[in-house]
């Protein structure tokens, strides 16, 4: 009889975590190379790619490719697709991991977010997500399965007025992931999505305003698990999602917050 704990690891698989070279990204890819991926660690910051893959190549030596990515600019997307195809030669795993979040100020009131700044996060949290899964697609499909997951956020379901287009954005991603789902089933492609709720990553922590050294700590009084989140919370439903022991889940989205959202 096959061992259960075999299905949760990923031996010869090939996952790309958008994002991933920081904050809780950088937990993402080295959660997965420790269960035996190859990780591409894709993100913006040419600095921190290098730093995490460095650290991960040391870990896991030669499991680890650093790719600098604007989720933004599809040809950047184009570009890591085709060097993912050259150095590996599949496509397992895409976890849509970037997004704008610890650099956006809370307002006092909703009614002031800057257009372009409203367009950005839109651009980056949602139209990122669809064209990085678009272009991966065509890698993903030579070997009749993958896994596709989407980063949202606990403030899907409970708005926030503080940070409307952030909020409006995961709302967006939760209902992105259904309709993936069922455009990519046939294909043996499994799109689900995982919702963090308020979580002390290294980026929150340092964007954070010094007047909001007890937000993390209000925040855990209203959880029914009353401590605060951290990024290691999150490895363990991701790590499900990238595996074979979800293989017949889809289009969900699993909230990890401590028991703040019940649904």
């Not at 061992?3 to 990204?25: E, P, Y």
């Not at 190859?38 to 650290?55: F, S």
């Not at 990122?128 to 991966?136: C, H, P, R």
């Not at 290691?232 to 439903?237: H, I, R």
């Given at each position: 009889?096959?061992?259960?704990?075999?299905?949760?690891?990923?031996?010869?698989?090939?996952?790309?975590?958008?994002?991933?070279?920081?904050?809780?990204?950088?937990?993402y890819s080295a959660a997965?190379?420790?269960?035996?991926?190859?990780?591409?660690?894709?993100?913006?910051?040419?600095?921190?790619?290098?730093?995490?893959?460095?650290?991960?190549?040391?870990?896991h030596p030669g499991q680890?490719?650093?790719?600098?990515?604007?989720?933004?600019?599809?040809?950047?997307?184009?570009?890591?697709?085709?060097?993912?195809?050259?150095?590996?030669?599949?496509?397992?795993?895409?976890?849509?991991?970037?997004?704008?979040?610890?650099?956006?100020?809370?307002?006092?009131?909703?009614?002031?977010?800057?257009?372009?700044?409203?367009?950005?996060?839109?651009?980056?949290?949602?139209?990122?997500?669809?064209?990085?899964?678009?272009?991966?697609?065509?890698?993903?499909?030579?070997?009749?399965?993958?896994?596709?997951?989407?980063?949202?956020?606990?403030?899907?379901?409970?708005?926030?007025?503080?940070?409307?287009?952030?909020?409006?954005?995961?709302?967006?991603?939760?209902?992105?992931?259904?309709?993936?789902?069922?455009?990519?089933?046939?294909?043996?492609?499994?799109?689900?999505?995982?919702?963090?709720?308020?979580?002390?990553?290294?980026?929150?922590?340092?964007?954070?305003?010094?007047?909001?050294?007890?937000?993390?700590?209000?925040?855990?009084?209203?959880?029914?698990?009353?401590?605060v989140e951290v990024p290691?919370?999150?490895?363990?439903?991701?790590?499900?999602?990238?595996?074979?022991?979800?293989?017949?889940?889809?289009?969900?989205?699993?909230?990890?917050?401590?028991?703040?959202?019940?649904?």
């Open positions: 009889m096959a061992n259960a704990l075999d299905s949760f690891r990923l031996d010869g698989k090939v996952a790309v975590v958008t994002g991933g070279s920081k904050g809780i990204g950088m937990f997965l190379a420790d269960a035996g991926a190859n990780v591409v660690v894709a993100d913006i910051d040419p600095d921190t790619v290098r730093e995490t893959t460095d650290r991960l190549n040391g870990a680890a490719l650093g790719v600098e990515l604007d989720v933004t600019n599809r040809e950047s997307v184009r570009t890591m697709v085709q060097q993912i195809d050259d150095r590996w030669g599949r496509l397992d795993i895409l976890v849509n991991n970037a997004g704008l979040f610890s650099v956006l100020k809370a307002r006092e009131t909703p009614w002031e977010i800057p257009d372009d700044e409203f367009d950005r996060v839109m651009m980056v949290n949602v139209r990122g997500m669809y064209v990085a899964t678009a272009e991966a697609l065509p890698l993903m499909e030579r070997n009749g399965w993958g896994r596709i997951i989407n980063i949202a956020s606990g403030l899907a379901f409970k708005g926030s007025p503080q940070l409307m287009h952030y909020a409006a954005s995961k709302g967006a991603v939760v209902n992105l992931t259904k309709s993936m789902a069922t455009a990519l089933g046939h294909k043996g492609i499994t799109v689900n999505a995982l919702a963090p709720g308020g979580t002390a990553s290294p980026t929150v922590i340092a964007n954070r305003p010094p007047n909001a050294s007890g937000m993390s700590e209000r925040t855990a009084q209203q959880r029914i698990i009353k401590r290691e919370d999150l490895v363990g439903t991701l790590l499900y999602l990238a595996s074979p022991a979800s293989d017949f889940m889809t289009g969900q989205t699993i909230v990890v917050d401590g028991g703040t959202y019940l649904h």
